[in-house]
Nanobody
Framework: QVQPVESGGGLVQTGGSLRLSCVAS????????MGWFRQAPGKAREFVAALSWRGGITYYTDSVKGRFTISRDNAKNTVYLQMNSLKPEDTAVYYCNAVVRCGSSWCGHHEFPNWGQGTRVTVSS
């Protein structure tokens, strides 16, 4: 069963940094666009960042532009999210998955219906 495995979350102060990692379990992600999503308490999961399968094109939601960087290492089947200048509103559980365009945003790829457990990021003020 294919499932992403996220790691790297934790507790950090406002202005701090974290680097999240996502590894595919059971299948390679190397030929798919990849993305990060987050879900804050009491809110729906939202798109954060996406990266083309070769890694040359990136997309970010407006609230993280200039602070977050998505990257990938296809040889390691791993996707990263470098998060700098963290704010309390970044507090959420972060998930990764293969993605496809859906309207003006990105959605989980239908070939990867199983989401991982996510990794929790807490930013204290």
């Amino acid at each position: 069963q294919v499932q992403p495995v996220e790691s790297g979350g934790g507790l950090v102060q406002t202005g701090g940094s974290l680097r999240l990692s996502c590894v595919a379990s059971g299948r390679t992600f190397s030929s798919y666009a990849m993305g990060w999503f987050r879900q804050a308490p009491g809110k729906a999961r939202e798109f954060v960042a996406a990266l083309s399968w070769r890694g040359g094109i990136t997309y970010y939601t407006d609230s993280v532009k200039g602070r977050f960087t998505i990257s990938r290492d296809n040889a390691k089947n791993t996707v990263y999210l470098q998060m700098n200048s963290l704010k309390p509103e970044d507090t959420a559980v972060y998930y990764c998955n293969a993605v496809v365009r859906c309207g003006s945003s990105w959605c989980g790829h239908h070939e990867f219906p199983n989401w991982g457990q996510g990794t929790r990021v807490t930013v204290s003020s």
